[in-house]
């Protein structure tokens, strides 16, 4: 007996080709998606609201004297009041 359904070989072949265009055309979006969420959870440890040529000169990893490097997140606060009013939005759903 054989692994495979007669018959299925162009449906694999057209679920494949649909699969990869989808990637494909939402490949840049999902590089700023992971862009974006890396500035969003930014602090001080991982400088990631920082360019990053910006934050190797102005820390001093190609010589010179090293510059403070400040990360304030005002994104995560703005989440927190978004969260806050919307949990208040949808208080008549517990029960």
């Known amino acids: 007996m054989s692994d495979?359904?007669?018959g299925t070989d162009s449906v694999i072949s057209e679920v494949k080709e649909r699969y990869e265009a989808?990637?494909?055309f939402e490949a840049d979006w999902r590089r700023r998606a992971l862009d974006d969420l890396r500035f969003f959870h930014a602090d001080a440890y991982n400088h990631d609201q920082?360019?990053?040529a910006v934050y190797q000169a102005r820390s001093g990893t190609f010589g010179g004297s090293?510059?403070?490097c400040l990360t304030i997140n005002k994104v995560e606060g703005?989440?927190?009041c978004l969260l806050m009013r919307l949990s208040?939005?949808?208080s008549f759903l517990a029960l």
């Open 22 to 24: 989808a990637q494909s």
């Open 50 to 52: 920082w360019d990053s």
């Open 66 to 68: 090293p510059r403070p």
């Open 4 to 6: 495979t359904i007669p």
């Open 88 to 90: 208040d939005d949808f």
């Open 78 to 80: 703005s989440k927190n």
